[in-house]
């Protein structure tokens, strides 16, 4: 094995992420190959100020898959803090000595990375151009509280660090799927498309105007348990939730939506007119996606089984093209 | 035009009101009334699911209620039956969001375009049994062949019959299995309506088919081999002022079979 890494293990360099949410795709975007199981990991976590609760649910994911984290290499006082108090071995890793994996460098995953080779390619844009009967023009609920807020443990705001850095496509994260679907000449396969735009009408709140705020600068809630049938959660900024959203449940935030599980409820990102939201998901189940004034419903033929499970890690995002909303999948292949 | 406002209810949970709704909702629409089911079980709807109607669902009675938009525009219309809709309960909200008086009043708006409105009531006597019934003039009474259930129907009867606005009200009587009945474990149909004292609008029997159909979100009416299915049809018929005889869901007749009814019927009273 190269220089660098420790045996039966390999080094995982998040320092580029900007903030949690980015962090955490990169990372699941990482951890969904096969090879990552039962390998001991060694994160490399950058300037980012990780909490306690947030650094425990990093390395609980990690373990649901399998693997293990076997050190972290941090710049930060507070995620050193936090590992410490975890029990997680602080380490160095100097650049110079070790091939490391740039999450957001594709190259360097192919080039330097173990054998992991992410291609995450698009794979399926879906036509959404149907429409179906259900109207309306007025003001939806925008301005609910945050209902489960109370209930929901280790909530805080987390302050997005934006340093932007040259080297870092800003919004990478999409790029790749465009660029390399195209480069790939990868074409839909599928007729039927995944979501049907609900004839929703004027939907965005009176008084409010379509916008397109960076959502990178808005807070993050982060939210570490699942969100049952019944449970909404409204927040100004972005939601970031590591368990599932079970059908039923609703996530309103006026930037983007993360999940990092399934999502299965209403989902509305960009609630009060943000229509660069972007809504994120290891498996886009939602019975309505929502990003900014336009509704999506699930497609009726999309058969969902009773019971989800995903061992595969196969994120997908769903954002708005061209007045539609449109749905990319990683896929690997192999 | 001034349709039928009619009230699902059962006391007991579970016994099949909502499945009973969206069956007989189905059925009547498919001959050719036009019918707005109302879900009132805030916190726990089901009717949307039964119908494969959720990935629909925009505004709900809720929304309605706290003028977040207009009654039409929550109506959400069947997929197959454009004489069908359905006014979604809130999932994420609980009963105390709506009151009788408010439910009433929708009742009475839906009921001058429609020739059925019916209502899928939430188990219990509290609030949402009050709201459910609040807009209708006529109830059905879900039970089951089972003790506690049917001492729930009986309590609810007993309230509804203290309702004015309550002129009418029929039992439907769900889940029979006549194999059951024969070897004298389960209740016969004529014990229920001795016991109830209630004329029956319907007998359903137990079907693993309304199982697959919930799933699938599309009521077993629309299966026309399927036993309840059948038997949901007649119920409609019924409701409609025709006369049906009942299904022979194999009763026992003989002399024998009678005296061991009777037995049956004392065990049960006991
Ligand atoms: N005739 C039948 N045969 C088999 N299963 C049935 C029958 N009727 C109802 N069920 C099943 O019984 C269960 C309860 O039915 P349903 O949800 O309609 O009851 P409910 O009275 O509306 O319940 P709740 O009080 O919770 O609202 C469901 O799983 C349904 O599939
Ligand atoms: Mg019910």
Redesign the interface.
């Known amino acids: 094995m190269e220089k660098g890494f420790v045996e039966n293990g390999f080094i995982i360099d998040l320092s580029d992420a900007k903030n949690t949410t980015q962090l955490v795709f990169e990372l699941s975007s990482i951890m969904e190959h096969p090879d990552v199981k039962g390998k001991k990991i060694c994160l490399k976590l950058g300037d980012l100020d990780l909490k306690q609760s947030q650094l425990l649910s990093i390395k609980a994911l990690i373990e649901s898959m399998d693997a293990d984290i076997a050190f972290i290499d941090t710049n930060s006082e507070q995620t050193e803090a936090s590992a410490i108090s975890l029990g997680i071995i602080i380490s160095e890793l100097s650049d110079k000595e070790i091939p490391s994996i740039a999450a957001s460098s594709e190259s360097n995953i192919k080039e330097e990375a173990v054998e992991i080779k992410i291609e995450d390619e698009n794979v399926k844009k879906d036509d959404l151009n149907k429409t179906?009967?259900?109207?309306?023009?007025?003001?939806?609920?925008q301005n609910s509280p945050i209902?489960t807020a109370e209930d929901v443990e280790d909530i805080y705001e987390e302050e997005t660090t934006q340093e932007i850095s040259e080297i870092i496509p800003t919004e990478h994260f999409e790029t790749n799927f465009e660029t390399l679907a195209l480069n790939e000449g990868l074409v839909p396969k599928e007729e039927i498309s995944k979501y049907i735009l609900?004839d929703?009408g004027d939907?965005l709140p009176a008084g409010v105007e379509e916008n397109s705020v960076n959502t990178e600068a808005l807070p993050t809630l982060y939210i570490n348990q699942t969100l049952r049938?019944?449970?909404?959660v409204t927040y100004e900024g972005n939601i970031l939730i590591i368990g599932d959203a079970h059908?039923?449940?609703?996530i309103v935030a006026t930037g983007d939506i993360t999940v990092w599980g399934i999502l299965g409820g209403i989902a509305h990102a960009g609630s009060l007119g943000n229509i660069t939201s972007k809504v994120r998901a290891l498996k886009l189940n939602a019975?309505?996606l929502r990003i900014a004034g336009l509704?999506a419903?699930?497609n009726?033929t999309l058969n969902v089984p009773?019971v989800q499970k995903t061992n595969e890690f196969t994120p997908e995002e769903a954002h708005i093209e061209d007045g539609k909303i449109v749905i990319y999948k990683k896929l690997r292949r192999d | 035009m001034t349709g039928r406002v009619i009230v699902i209810t059962s006391g007991k949970g579970g016994v099949g009101k909502t499945t009973t709704s969206a069956n007989i909702g189905t059925a009547l629409a498919k001959a050719g009334n036009k019918v707005v089911l109302i879900d009132t079980d805030l916190g726990l709807r089901n009717l949307d699911l039964l119908l494969g109607l959720e990935n629909r669902i925009v505004y709900t009675i809720v929304d309605v209620i706290e003028e977040r938009c207009k009654l039409k525009q929550a109506l959400v219309k069947d997929k197959k039956n454009p004489n069908l809709s359905l006014l979604a309960a809130a999932q994420t909200r609980d009963k105390t969001a709506v009151n009788a008086e408010q439910l009433k009043e929708i009742c009475d708006t839906l009921k001058e375009e429609n020739d059925f409105v019916l209502v899928d009531c939430p188990a219990g006597i509290e609030q949402g049994f009050q709201n459910a019934v609040a807009g209708a003039s006529e109830a059905i009474v879900v039970t089951t062949p089972e003790m506690s259930a049917i001492r729930d129907a009986d309590r609810i009867i007993g309230l509804l019959e203290a309702k004015e606005e309550i002129k009418s009200y029929k039992l439907l009587l769900n889940r029979v299995r006549p194999s059951l009945i024969k070897s004298n474990e389960m209740m016969s149909v004529d014990d229920v309506v001795e016991i109830l004292s209630c004329p029956l609008v319907g007998i359903i029997p137990e079907d693993t088919g309304i199982i697959t159909s919930t799933n699938k979100g599309e009521p077993i009416v629309n299966d026309e081999n399927a036993l309840a299915g059948k038997a949901y049809r007649n119920v409609a018929q019924r409701i409609l002022g025709e006369e049906v005889p009942f299904l022979d869901l194999d009763e026992p007749k003989g002399f024998m079979a009678k005296i061991k009814n009777a037995f049956a019927k004392l065990k049960a009273k006991v």
């Not at chain 1, 059908?247 to 609703?250: F, H, V, Y």
């Open positions: 179906i009967e259900i109207h309306a023009d007025i003001e939806q609920n209902e609900l929703t939907v049938s019944g449970q909404t059908p039923g449940s609703e019975i309505q509704y419903r699930r009726d009773y």
